[in-house]
């Protein structure tokens, strides 16, 4: 089940809110929550629901049981509990695309095996370990309830793509969070806007980018890369804004996961801005524990080459993911050590430089493979056929608009026309925002009903 769907919009979230509202005891609320989260994993494939229930169990006892061992003890436990978390991962996510990375690469043909990852087991995963770090570290206190704990690493509003909400950050939250009219206003408002992102934004953006499948041209190679750029941005940072939404309905209040990071005028702050819950979980669970910034320049290259390394395998086993995680740890050693003093005279010159860099990463986070990557650069540079041809100006003339709006809507320009809004209607902008919002919606939905199923792209990470 997905969140751009008719059924979830018009049946699943609403029927989910409406027990959690008129549900009078706060424990039931909980209970009934976990078990529409649950039926939202098994949606696809009732199956796998089964490993998710095992490493909640395995998990939650665990941690339990920490309170009846000795120092030593807990560590080997984290350890051990940490690595058999990853394994599971690793096993789902990565037997697969090993197999098939080796046929491509060294001729063979060797089976790949019947196995279906279960519905966002790298969020699941990522979650779990945060509560094993957390109270391993005495950040937060052992989840005495089975319930919230599940609810934590399992709500569906989360489920999917994240973002992944920290244990330490919901933790309080789990036991108390109330439906509020406020709350409930701003989510729908949110998930409006996430809805808008991905309907109008990323999937006519992936329109544009089938249409020049194929297309050898420097217009074509160029619109290909730009498209995906604004595509999966939108794309993402629309599923985080619906899922923000969600969690806001039933009370729950999280961090923004994207901070408009095409603003951003250094490959450092772009990072700082794209993703933020997982950059956070980086940081926190792997950054700050092997030194941070207070160990040697040496060590801390080594450091930023593992997170970066992590970083593109986590994305996928394909060598496309790790070259552009490498890629991406280059630039920023790049900036820090050599181009920092120069970047900040210029903002403009940074600004542009930042795009440009981030673009090109995006090309090999985008290729099935490295010759196709290699390929579209070429392409880029003129080495296909010709500069232009009939399919990229006619995809051009077609999907000029929104390439437009995309860029502009990157921005901030959204919120300064809300803000605008607001001080020139005054006492009526709540009623013009309503209107707006639902206008918003109603295309939104006639827009799903018309086109094709387009996936969340980050669903296969």
Known sequence: MVFNNVFFIFAFLPLALAMYRYIPNQMAKNVVLL???????????????????????WNFVTVKDWANKSDKKVTQSFIFTIVLNVLVLCTY????????????????????????????????VFSSISYLADVYTEKSEPQDNLILYALYVSFFGKAGSGPIVQYNEMEESLSDHLMTTELLAKGSAKFVRGLVKKVIFADQLAMMIASLANNHTVLGAWLTAIGFMLQIYFDFSGYSDMAIGIGNMFGFDWKENFDHPYLATSIQEFWRKWHISLYSWFKNYIYIPLGGSQVSTLLWIH????????TGIWHGANLTYLIWGIYNCLLLLLERFFLKNILEKNKKLSHALTLLFVLLGWIMFMSPDIFTAIETYSNMLGMGSGFLDSVSLFALRS???ILILSCLFCTELYSRIETILTLRFRGRSILINLIVYFALFVVCIACIIGNSYHAFLYFTF
Request: charged share 10%; glycine share 4%; proline share 3%.
């Open 303 to 310: 450091t930023m080459f593992l997170i970066w390394i992590l």
């Open 35 to 57: 078990i529409m989260s649950y039926i939202f994993y098994a949606w696809g494939n009732p199956v796998n629901l089964l490993l998710i229930v095992l490493l909640t169990c």
């Open 399 to 401: 999907y000029l608009l």
């Open 93 to 124: 996510r990565y037997t697969n695309q090993i197999i098939d990375l080796v046929n491509t690469y060294f001729e063979t043909s060797i089976r790949t095996i019947e196995l279906s990852i279960p519905f966002g087991l790298s969020f699941f």
